[in-house]
């Protein structure tokens, strides 16, 4: 279980203190408010990104049921969330913290899962006070190591460098073009319910989120598929439109076993046996996660095009 006690730190830039601890359920409320308000200054937060990581309004943060779960299932894992509040008491900011333990390479740590706070603190260090604190509950809890992803960050690549976060897991994006696989055979699957996930030696190839924390809960999701590709299990998780009876996949989680990240000819088999499973499904193409460092050249692929998705950033403690 992660502990936090509160505490008091002047900004890195200005003199102005900001309140710092862990969020109870008295909070929701206030929570609900402060990402409204962030939601509403999102276009001009994008104009300071670089295309292709523009943020998006939504999460469990946008609506008063995803919030209670969300939180439920925080405190339920015995994991935190740290909110920053001014000297007025009002909330301006918190970041996610999730313990997990991984196979390597991921390992343990202790995982950002989303930082957020109001654009006016972006020139004055809260991230990096959020993070420094984070930093705290990770020696707390024993673990080894912090990671944030350029995905659940919010403030300057540059300002986590200079924290000591450093690239350790890349992902691209790789559109596979399913039309063209309708007629190739399925691999043999099983259909399982988010109660059915076992996701023990697997992990998330695009590794946006550690694989014990996933959001298969939300509504509107379909069951995933399970299936074998040479011998190893592989969870194809397919995200629908959230309209009822929608079935056709917009998008696809992958969770397979680590040898994958290092085997270009075993992830392109993946690809291809993913794509068919959605093809069959009625998608014409579906982006796919792909390990960056991994060529496509071992085994074929049907692949509009692969380009950068986002990278996940570790300080080692």
């Known amino acids: ?34 990402n409204d308000e962030i939601d509403a200054g999102i276009e001009l937060a994008n104009a300071q990104r670089t295309p292709g990581n523009e943020n998006v309004p939504g ?21 935190i969330t740290l909110l920053a509040q001014d000297a007025g008491g009002k909330l301006v900011g918190w970041a996610d913290l999730w313990a997990t333990v991984e196979p390597a390479p991921f390992g343990a740590s202790l995982a950002v899962q989303c930082c957020e706070y109001l654009w006016e603190y972006h020139y004055f260090g809260l991230e990096t006070i959020l ?8 020696v707390g809890a024993g673990l080894p190591a912090l990671d944030i992803g350029t995905n659940t960050a919010n403030g300057m690549y540059q300002d986590l460098r200079r924290f000591g976060m450093r690239v350790f897991y890349e992902s691209d994006r790789v559109m596979c073009q399913c039309n063209l696989l309708k007629s190739e055979k399925l691999p043999a699957v099983l259909l399982i319910s988010p109660a059915e996930f076992n996701f023990t030696g697997l992990l998330r190839i695009n590794h946006w989120a550690p694989t014990d ?5 939300e509504p509107g ?16 998780d397919f995200w629908r439109l959230w309209e009822p009876g929608q079935q056709v996949p917009i998008n696809c989680e992958l969770f397979a076993p680590p040898r994958a990240l290092h085997s270009s000819a075993l ?4 690809l291809n046996a ?23 050249d071992d085994a074929p692929v049907w692949m509009g095009q692969r380009e950068f998705e986002w990278a996940w950033l570790r300080k080692r403690i």
């Open 1 to 34: 279980m992660l502990c936090y006690t509160t505490t008091h730190r002047t900004l890195l830039k200005g003199d102005a203190v900001v309140t710092i601890r862990s969020m109870t359920a008295d909070d929701m409320p206030a929570m609900r408010r402060l």
């Open 59 to 79: 999460g469990p943060w946008s609506e008063d049921d995803l919030l209670r779960e969300h939180f439920q299932r925080y405190q339920a894992a015995g994991n």
């Open 221 to 236: 999701r379909p069951l995933a598929h399970e299936f074998s590709v040479d011998g190893n299990l592989v969870i194809a």
């Open 274 to 296: 993913t794509a068919k499973i959605a093809a069959s499904l009625g998608a014409e193409e579906l982006g796919l996660p792909y390990p960056s460092a991994l060529p496509l």
């Open 131 to 138: 993070l420094q604190e984070a930093e705290k509950v990770a």
């Open 213 to 217: 924390f996933d959001f298969t809960h």
């Open 267 to 270: 992830m392109t088999k993946i």
